[in-house]
């Protein structure tokens, strides 16, 4: 009897040995997405618009997909040709190139005819994971957004010359999860990291 149950035990463990590592050879683990900074690939990117156009000039920068500490999974770099200016209604339009690049090395580009977008990006210092401490740190963005538990949804540098008209600026938008709407923004001069403004809709 004790002898059966010994045998008993011992395929059982041989079953469970198997079927373990059944599992860790079909069903491995789901691989972490890379995340990088904006600042990682914009000379990759300002390089490859080259081939688009020589005049190409940087305009705005975006992330899309997953986003950790400041890092996102990939960016969007925005860029016009000022040489293709052309008076629409009254408002001048440029064609535009976006070329997103991914950390996982994979590059993307799409092109827009009819882009009013025409500040040049300059004096920016602070990279995303560095905007991401800051106001993760300043007390008014606590305050008014983080313990409201609002998540980052995506950055966004560009200049805007209502808040700074020198340097460029991060726009950061904020939400409560995948079907809230815009929920708070928090505006950050990208040159010296100051907190320009910090809004919230509940």
């Known amino acids: 009897m004790k002898e059966a149950y010994k045998v008993t035990i011992a395929c059982i463990c041989i079953i ?12 491995p683990r ?15 990117a300002i390089a490859l618009s080259k081939n688009w156009t020589n005049d190409s000039t940087l305009v705005a920068v975006q992330s899309t997909g997953k986003l950790v500490d400041g890092k996102s999974e990939g960016w969007r770099y925005s860029f016009i040709s000022p040489s293709t200016a052309r ?3 009254m408002v001048l339009e440029y064609d535009q190139q976006t070329i997103t690049i991914y950390a996982n090395g994979k590059i993307t580009t799409s092109y827009w005819n009819h882009s ?15 905007a991401y401490k800051i106001y993760s740190n300043d007390p008014l963005v606590k305050e008014k957004i983080i313990k ?7 950055f966004t540098l560009r200049m805007e010359y209502g808040y700074s008209a020198n340097n460029a600026i991060w726009d950061i938008h904020f939400g409560g ?16 990291g100051t907190i320009i403004s910090v809004t919230a809709n509940r």
Not at 177 to 191: E, N, Q, R, S
């Open 16 to 27: 469970s040995l198997v079927f373990t590592a059944v599992i860790i050879i079909y069903f």
């Open 30 to 44: 789901t691989q972490e997405i890379p995340v990088m900074t904006a600042m990682t690939k914009t000379e990759k």
């Open 87 to 89: 008076n629409n209604s």
């Open 116 to 130: 009013i977008l025409n500040a040049h990006i300059i004096n920016w210092t602070i990279d995303s994971n560095r």
């Open 148 to 154: 409201k538990s609002m998540r980052p949804e995506y």
């Open 177 to 192: 999860g995948i079907f809230d709407p815009l929920l708070g923004t928090v505006i950050m001069d990208a040159k010296v």
